[in-house]
């Protein structure tokens, strides 16, 4: 009995096939040296020893054979492919409606994902631009500051020259604070203009890594008290101010009313420090363009408690984040031992640099980022759907191809070729519609999202989308190959298959799951219009209609000296306020140092009736004024009078007090009550000795709109004196913007070498406090509308498709008399059914879900029955809307062609 063919008798085998060719080739010469009369024994050995070594020869045989098969097999995948990815083509060619449709819902979904994830990666993923990121940190006091707990404070000057001088972990640590000059206008016309600059020790640059691209970096002979004045400019700065003039070096500006020469330019691109990656009351802009030597004075070396410095380091090799920690752990101690009423229950603290980033704006991200995932798996499952019912009109070429020999695995591989090259094609469009979408997420993103620079579309964006397009045909080759697989199975016996009760219920599946996942879209964008909508109705203390705000910064000229330029800079501020609000058209004027509602706070310890710090600890956050600035904000007066011209050097101390002052440090006493009552603080600069409180004014939101106001203290520029102001001009009438022009004037008549800075309305600066709220609102929104949309698109596709393949039922059904609004509901009662059930799943889904938003939700419960209501009653008209054109065509079907039809 022959013994049978066996399937691996036929799979190439080159050991097998060489060992069998030498087997025979040996066994022929043997057969001729018996034929010459040797022995079977003798001729064997003489065959043998005519080949030589039979192993090497078998070894060489196979080796060729193997690279032959190794050929023939890359040969027949590429021919494969080409034959395969041509016929994908030719049959996608042939459904054009079909391949436009599922292309186009694919780059939808792509490219919005695409999108999204590009502002991830270039925010969170992306490597910071400096070298070996990864052991950067920012170092920050941490603890209870008078009561007031925080992970990330200011350090002061002595605490950073004891941190760098104690260091074992750290290679290098530099400090730096803001700092911004008026470049004075120079001969070619160009004005005066306010430049985002900062005072940086001068191992900055070697902290990060980063050399100039023209002269030198900053060294610490330039930190030097009575050094020559240098300067580094940023590249943009050099562009835009110089027009790249490779010969800046070693020119002289004037910053401030002060020269300076410069002597580097660094590299495109470098902007350090960024504002929007560090604390807010630090006051940082958002790109740095100027960076001059930090000088320490021996007011500065000895105001330790005085927290006005932000710090980066670099961890040194060997060393980690919690080594670090460790380390600044260890000079806390030392430091309390020393000073214990300072260092008692205040620390120091290391955050990685992209930590410090990415940590305000992490969970938003994510979450975004979830949201336009629900939208593509919503894509995928309209595409998949449209797969299916494209695959139940294929079944006869399935069952043809089976029959002529190709099996599931073989179909599979080409389904994967068509599907993959239908994902490809929508991924490709995906990321050109990326491009676009980003642009467009770049024109909405907040002022204050950190590392917005970084956000571009590189290599790790287009492998990512790529191979998630990828995935999506793999998948769809998947599901198609599962609906096509009773075809294939049937056809070696002929039998003709029709789409069965458990391919359609899988259909339905799919399109109730894309309900659910709109409807948890939709809901999040519900709770946040709410939240939204409720922001914008809280009053923060002042009114912004017709307020022109803009910064003025006054010469500062040999450093930070406000003993010896503090009158100056009253002078300036005081005549400025005084001649703007006497010009027509200006209801009332002022200035304050910290411009509410844009995270510029400052905040101090005060003693209030000589209470002890110690027994009652009394944190305040406090402003400087000039003029009228409770007018020109009306800010309402509870009692007493407001801060005026009169509260100089010479005259008693007078501070204005906040109702929450009051209530929380005067409790029991009303605004009346507690006026006279006496404030101690520990100012280094300004008047000294206790001041009385002279009038109460109401609460102003300073942080956001969403959080408490703080107690807040005022006092009067003529008795602190400070460089910096942001001036405040209420129009009479019309827009706030007919004031700007005043405004200019006046500062022309005044100080005609200085320039106003960051000139906008106060009710833009509301409006930037929100942005957070709204860039998450509107793009949520947006990909919720879409993905109800596209739920929409997929519940009509599949009851259209059911009512096609029940065309017979139903006309039979008319024939027997049933009415045409009898088979009206039985359509709608399908679609209803899928939406009822995606409803309900995506209810629950969205509940839960929705605790994830709490934190960005202000006044509203995650639970708010308006929204959930709403949203599932919204859905369901959208559901009927979309059932109702297939449920109409279906009393439309002609009962005699229905019951003649096969």
């Known amino acids: ?70 050929v023939r097999r890359v040969a027949t995948v590429r021919w494969n492919l080409a034959m395969d990815t041509r016929y994908a083509l030719r049959t996608l060619r042939r459904s054009p409606l079909f391949t436009i449709a599922a292309v186009l819902t694919l780059a939808l979904g792509i490219g919005g994902a695409a999108a999204v994830f590009t ?65 004075a206008g120079d001969a070619a016309g160009q004005g005066a203009t306010m430049v985002a600059g900062v005072r940086a020790d001068p191992a900055l640059f070697r902290t990060l890594g980063v050399h100039p691209l023209l002269g030198r970096d900053l060294t610490a002979d330039d930190a030097l008290p009575g050094a020559a004045r240098v300067a580094v400019i940023g590249y943009d700065l050099w562009q835009r101010r110089f027009g790249g003039d490779p010969r800046i070096v070693g020119r002289t500006v004037t910053l401030s009313g002060e020269s300076f020469s410069v002597v580097g330019v660094m590299p495109s691109g470098f902007a350090f420090p960024r504002g929007a990656e560090l604390l807010a009351g630090l006051q940082f802009r958002p790109r740095t363009e100027l960076w001059t030597p930090l000088i320490f004075s021996d007011q500065d070396r000895a105001a330790r408690g005085t927290e006005n410095l932000a710090a980066v380091a670099r961890i040194k090799p060997g060393f980690s984040t919690v080594d670090a920690r460790v ?17 008692g229950k205040i620390g120091f603290a290391a955050i990685s640099l992209a930590e410090q980033a990415a940590r305000p704006v992490r969970r938003g991200l994510l979450m975004l980022l979830g949201a336009v995932g629900f939208v593509l798996l919503i894509a995928c499952a309209n595409v998949a759907n449209l797969l299916v019912a494209r695959a139940a009109r294929r079944e006869r070429e399935f069952a043809t191809r089976a029959a002529l020999g190709a099996t599931r695995g073989r179909v599979f591989l080409q389904l994967v070729v068509e599907n993959a090259t ?69 056809a070696a016996t002929g039998v003709r298959t029709t789409s069965g009760r458990g391919q359609r219920a899988g259909r339905r599946l799919l399109v109730a799951a894309e309900v659910a996942l709109s409807l948890v879209l939709l809901v999040g964008a519900g709770l946040l219009t709410r939240s939204f909508v409720k922001l914008q109705s809280i009053q923060p203390g002042f009114d912004a209609r017709g307020v022109m ?7 500062v000229v040999g450093g930070f000296n406000p003993q010896r330029d503090g009158d100056k800079w009253a002078a300036l501020f005081t005549q400025y306020a005084e001649r703007l609000a006497a010009q027509p058209g200006i209801a009332a004027s002022g200035g304050v140092s910290g411009l509410p509602l844009t995270g510029a706070e400052e905040g101090t310890n005060v003693r209030v009736d000589d209470r002890s710090l110690e027994d009652q600890p009394a944190h305040t956050n406090y402003s400087i004024v000039v003029g009228d600035y409770f007018g020109a904000m009306r800010i309402p007066l509870l009692a007493g009078r407001a801060l005026n011209a009169q509260d100089g050097l010479g005259s008693p101390g007078a501070a204005v007090v906040s109702e929450t002052f009051v209530r929380k440090y005067l409790p029991g006493l009303s605004p009346s009550q507690a006026l006279g009552h006496r404030l101690g603080i520990g100012f280094p600069f300004g008047l000294q000795g206790p001041r009385a409180i002279v009038g109460v004014v109401g609460d102003v939101k300073t942080s956001s ?11 009067p520029i003529g008795q602190v004196p400070y460089p910096g102001m942001s001036l405040v001009a209420r129009a009479r009438s019309g827009a706030p913007t007919a004031a700007l022009p005043r405004m200019r004037q006046s500062l022309a008549a005044v100080a005609p070498t200085l320039a106003l800075s960051d000139e906008r309305p106060l009710a833009d600066v509301v409006a930037a406090s929100i942005s957070r709220q709204r860039f998450a609102l509107a793009v949520t929104g947006a990909f919720a509308i879409v993905a109800l949309v596209l739920s929409a698109v997929g519940l009509y596709a599949v009851i259209a498709t059911s009512v096609s393949q029940r065309t017979r039922e139903l006309g039979v059904r008319l024939a027997l008399g049933a009415a045409p609004r009898d088979v009206r509901a039985l359509v709608l009662r399908e679609g209803l059914r899928v939406t009822g059930f995606g409803v309900v799943v995506g209810l629950a889904g969205a509940f839960a879900a929705a605790r994830l938003l ?44 229905a019951i003649r039809a096969d």
């Not at 790790?460 to 793999?474: E, I, P, Q, S, W």
């Not at 709490?854 to 009653?873: K, N």
């Not at 959208?878 to 109409?888: G, I, S």
């Open 1 to 70: 009995m022959p013994t049978p063919l066996r399937p691996r008798d036929v799979k190439a085998d080159p050991r097998r096939d060489v060992d069998a060719e030498l087997r025979y080739h040996l066994d022929m010469r043997a057969a001729e040296f018996e034929a010459h009369g040797m022995s079977p024994d003798e001729a064997r050995r003489a065959a043998a020893a005519s080949f030589g070594d039979v192993d090497a020869v078998e070894e060489e045989c196979v080796d060729i054979r193997e690279e032959r098969e190794r």
């Open 119 to 183: 502002l991830v990666n270039g925010v969170l993923l992306r490597p910071l631009p400096y070298a070996d990121p990864s052991r950067l940190v920012m170092v920050w006091s941490a603890g209870d500051f008078g009561g007031w707990t925080s992970t990330g404070m200011p350090l002061s000057a002595p605490d950073f020259l004891d941190i760098r001088e104690q260091t074992r972990a750290l290679s290098s640590i530099a400090a730096f604070r803001s700092s911004p000059y008026t470049l």
């Open 327 to 343: 380390d600044l752990a260890r000079i806390r101690q030392a430091l309390a031992e020393e000073f214990p009423k300072l260092y």
């Open 422 to 490: 239908l994902a490809l094609t929508g991924g490709v469009l995906g990321l050109a519609a990326a491009t676009l979408g980003t642009r467009a997420l770049l024109g909405r993103l907040p002022h204050d999202l950190p590392r917005a620079d970084d956000v571009v579309i590189d290599l790790r964006v287009v492998g990512v989308t790529l191979a998630a397009a990828l995935l999506a045909g793999v998948v769809f080759a998947a599901a198609t190959t599962a609906h096509a697989g009773a075809s294939v199975a049937a």
């Open 549 to 555: 705000t803009a910064g003025l910064l006054a010469p």
């Open 705 to 715: 709109l969403d959080a408490d106001a703080p107690a807040m203290m005022y006092l």
């Open 854 to 897: 709490r934190g960005q939700l202000y006044d509203v419960g995650i639970a708010d029955p308006l929204v959930y209501v709403g949203v599932a009653v919204l859905t369901a008209a959208v559901a009927l809307a979309a059932t109702w054109v297939p449920a109409r065509r279906a009393t439309e079907v002609d009962p005699v062609l």
